[in-house]
Nanobody
Framework: EVQLVESGGGLVQPGGSLRLSCAASGFDASNYAMAWVRQAPGKGLEWVATIQSGINIRTYADSVKGRFTISRDNTKNTLYLQMDSLKPEDTAGYYC????????????WGQGTQVTVSS
């Protein structure tokens, strides 16, 4: 059974850092392009970062470029999102997904992890 479990969120002050993790099970995540997406209160889902399989090409939303880094550890079947220089507008629920699912929730989506940036 495909499962994705996100963790690492929390409350952080502006300018702070967090590292999100996404533990995958039921499939080999290294064979898939993966992504982090987020949903802020009252707003729609937004792509944050993607990482391709194999060659590990990464893409980022303009709003996070230079501040966030997506990576994966294939030995642990885990995806990461290092978030630095956090801003209040980064406040959102963060989810990891297979990019082929698109921004449409399905039964495989995890519960996500909440990030709140506030002083």
């Amino acid at each position: 059974e495909v499962q994705l479990v996100e963790s690492g969120g929390g409350l952080v002050q502006p300018g702070g850092s967090l590292r999100l993790s996404c533990a995958a099970s039921g499939f080999d995540a290294s064979n898939y392009a993966m992504a982090w997406v987020r949903q802020a209160p009252g707003k729609g889902l937004e792509w944050v970062a993607t990482i391709q399989s194999g060659i590990n090409i990464r893409t980022y939303a303009d709003s996070v470029k230079g501040r966030f880094t997506i990576s994966r550890d294939n030995t642990k079947n885990t995806l990461y999102l290092q978030m630095d220089s956090l801003k209040p507008e980064d406040t959102a629920g963060y989810y990891c997904i297979q990019t082929r699912w698109g921004l449409r929730r399905n039964d495989y989506w995890g519960q996500g992890t909440q990030v709140t940036v506030s002083s």
